[in-house]
């Protein structure tokens, strides 16, 4: 039989990214057509074959195996009638599409998959646009290259300051300091006039700046003016930013301005890094992390600031497509008491962070740096957590906050993958 003779690995057979590969039964069971076309002397074209089923398509192309259904076929159509080239916006109506729909006639040459409707309407797919995007294409693929980092990581790597100039007047500048930050999640800007002003015009380079509770601009001293530990001059432990937020900010700008005194360096951590140690060793305490949600807190009743924020999620958050963590929300400080996680679980629960602390508080897992006035540190707040030691003397920082969404659009819009 036909099927019997195509190279589809064996049940179980393992794939060289190390997932398993979807399988083929051994007969194709009820079909309305079935046809394979494998093209050995094109090697520009990988082999394809498909098999149409009752409701779905089964498309191999290359390596990937797609389970494309019928709706989504018709609903993702990129003809002129349905889909604005112009706007990138979809024009056709999917509430229109009836849900039993089912192709009339089916076919393929080597780049190309062709649909006909019932209505008469064709649909035309690249097959590399298909496995592209297709859910067993994204299983494959990265939203957000990354370098995961401890301290010797990233000083090996030796990663470059950019100068405050190049920074604000090229292309290429910005560009270079955009893939550090994308890839270590921390980038720094050298020569910056130490004023809160000229901070500003660094931050609004790549972003718009996010107006919170703290204003946009934020400018402190340890005078307590503020109900948060961040005002004094005591130590703060490694902790992600407004966990207390239903969305926390995406990127924290720093810029010390002066200080006349001892002690303040700033702690940096990659999170990431220590998530990945906590899957590899026990990969159930980073499953229960990513799906226990939590509540964070903050409450302030100083002068006139009036607050209480909360905001809900997990410490861990993933896409559920591919397991790839995007965002950690590791604050001890404004974790809220846990009363959304039931009995039998949190013990496991407890055992799970204190698995995570403990890899974010590996001595080599902690980069110090001390910040200096004309020396500007951009952190993503989705990744990398911060502290300080405590310290003496007058300090003075400014900074702000800044909408990840603009963050990454500035990276696109110079070619980078974000």
């Known amino acids: ?40 002397t094109a090697p520009a074209s990988p082999c394809s074959a498909w098999q149409l089923h009752r409701d779905h398509l089964e498309l191999r192309y290359g390596s990937t195996v797609m389970r494309l259904d019928f709706v989504w076929l018709r609903d993702h159509c990129r003809s002129a009638s349905c889909y604005n080239a112009k706007t990138n916006q979809r024009s056709l109506d999917t509430a229109s599409v ?36 297709s859910y067993e294409g994204q299983k494959q693929q990265v939203m957000h290259p990354r370098i995961l980092w401890n301290a010797e990581i990233y000083r090996q790597a030796q990663v470059p300051s950019i100068d405050c100039r190049s920074f604000l007047e090229t292309d290429e500048g910005l560009k270079e300091f955009l893939q550090n930050f994308l890839l270590y999640g921390i980038a720094f800007v050298e020569n910056v006039t130490p004023t809160k002003e000229d901070t500003k015009i660094l931050a609004e380079r790549i972003s718009i700046i996010r107006e919170t509770i ?158 200096k006035p004309g020396k500007a540190l951009f952190v993503d707040n989705w990744r990398v957590l911060h502290g300080r030691e405590a310290f003496t003397g007058y300090r003075q920082l400014c900074g702000c906050y800044l909408t990840r969404d603009d963050m990454l659009n500035t990276a696109r819009l110079l070619g980078l993958q974000a």
């Open 98 to 133: 009836d849900l039993a729909i089912r192709p009339q006639a089916v076919r393929m040459d080597e780049t190309t998959l062709f649909l006909t409707w019932p209505d008469g309407h064709v649909t035309r797919y690249g097959l590399e646009w298909l496995a592209r995007n």
């Open 1 to 40: 039989m036909w099927w019997q003779r195509l190279a589809w690995p064996l049940r179980g057979q393992r794939g060289s990214s190390g997932r398993r590969w979807p399988w083929l039964p051994r007969a194709p069971g009820p079909v309305l057509a079935a046809l394979v076309r494998c093209h050995p």
């Open 214 to 371: 703290y204003g946009r601009m934020w400018y402190f001293t340890s005078d307590f003016s503020r109900g948060d530990t961040a005002y004094t001059k005591l130590a703060l432990d490694r902790h992600t930013d407004t966990t207390y937020f239903q969305e926390p900010c995406g990127i924290q700008v720093f810029h010390c301005l002066k200080h006349e005194g001892t002690g303040g360096r700033t702690l940096l951590v990659d999170g990431f890094h220590a998530a990945e140690q906590v899957l590899r060793q026990a990969p159930e305490h980073f499953e229960l992390l990513a799906k226990v949600p939590l509540k964070h807190e903050y409450m302030e009743n100083v002068g006139s600031c009036h607050n209480h924020m909360i905001g809900v999620g997990p410490v861990l958050n993933v896409y559920p497509w591919n397991n790839e963590l995007y965002l950690i929300r590791y604050n001890n400080y404004d974790r809220a008491v846990i009363n959304t996680v039931p009995h039998d679980v949190v013990r496991r629960w407890y055992h799970a962070h204190r698995a995570l602390t403990t890899e974010l508080r590996r001595p080599d897992n902690e980069l110090w740096v001390k910040l």
